[in-house]
């Protein structure tokens, strides 16, 4: 092997060793023996003293030697690498090697500086970038469709509904391309998963895709996996008449002319919008006073019973006061030193507001119901169904979701 090494101090080949001149006066048996003891993690001075090593404690690491047995080219470059001992480490009890270009500054670890590791870096970075960008592309294009309708009567109520509110919300920014919804005065739908429902229907429906002009920080990338952060990202509405159908939503609207599909989609479309409006307040009460806001299967379960014969507003009034009961049920369980489980406290929210309707019910109370809360503001989904659809207004509020809707009326109206 020819090693043209340029360190300074180099002076003896021993065996395998190459020695500088403060190890010079050993043999390589004498090496081998004192890097194992090194390594054992011998005190340094004395072991110094036992041979004769005239070199500081603090030093010795820059005097081991270079073992000749291994080699290896510089990838930069080409030139022969040289393996040297390195310092211990406390925690490892073996042998440490650093490998050095003979011809450059390059050092095969991690930590390396040079100039070439740099550009590998750059080069790495940029090709990480590519593939995050081509996936984001390719994950933009898996709904892309150019989707033509002869009237708005095609598309179900649920996403006539929702696109009208997309459209409403968003900035247009071009012909078929609108803007974040977090820009939005007011917000889409409840702050909750029904709104990315809605919007993840529209896009399996090919009716709706994420502009591919997004920016790359509105992606959430995990192993392989790509989450749009629903709120942020820029959108295309896939309808090549885009005008024309939303125009005919409006005009549908206005006349009072729900098509026969629309009405059978009636309560169950405002049964969704009642729930998620009802679990986004559920959520706010819990959070507001510290407590866990999940809403779960059982929560959910227990919201739509009381939306059976209750409108959104009186369910607010259950939840409110189901809300300061729990509050109160873990400071008095903590102010008598009892125990307050994790499951405890949302069972007995569900409890408290099953309990507080069912009470109601059967002493024929009717609960007069709360009002919006100021941090909940309306939706552009309650808007766009009730005030310009079913021209109900606040009553969607205030009335259950399958309270009468006076067709006729609506329709004599605007005729
Ligand atoms: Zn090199
Ligand atoms: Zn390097």
Redesign the pocket.
Known sequence: MCLSITVAGLITTMGKYLLNEKLAHFSEAQVDTFLSRYYQGEKCTPLLAIFAIDVHANAVSQWLPIDTTESAV?P????SMFIKYAKRKSSIKRYQKVMH?N??E?VPTKFCHCAYCRQKCMDERTAQKLQVSNAISAYCRLNLASVYMESATELSLKHAVALLALVRCCDRLADSTFGALVHATMPFAPNNDWGVNLLRSLMNAKLLSISEGTSEKHFIIESQHIEPRYGYVNWEIQLENIDAIILDIENLCRAGNIPSNWQRDLPKLRQELALAECKELYTFCLDERGLPSEVGAKAEAMLLDILVDHSVAQCYQAIRYAAMRTLDFKTVQRKNNLPVQHYQLPSYMVNTCQNYVDRARLEGLNNKGFSRNAHIPRSMMSVVLYDTLLKMGERGFTEPYHSAVNYTTVKRLYD
């Open positions: 510089c930069n470059c080409g030139s270009c011809g450059c390059h």
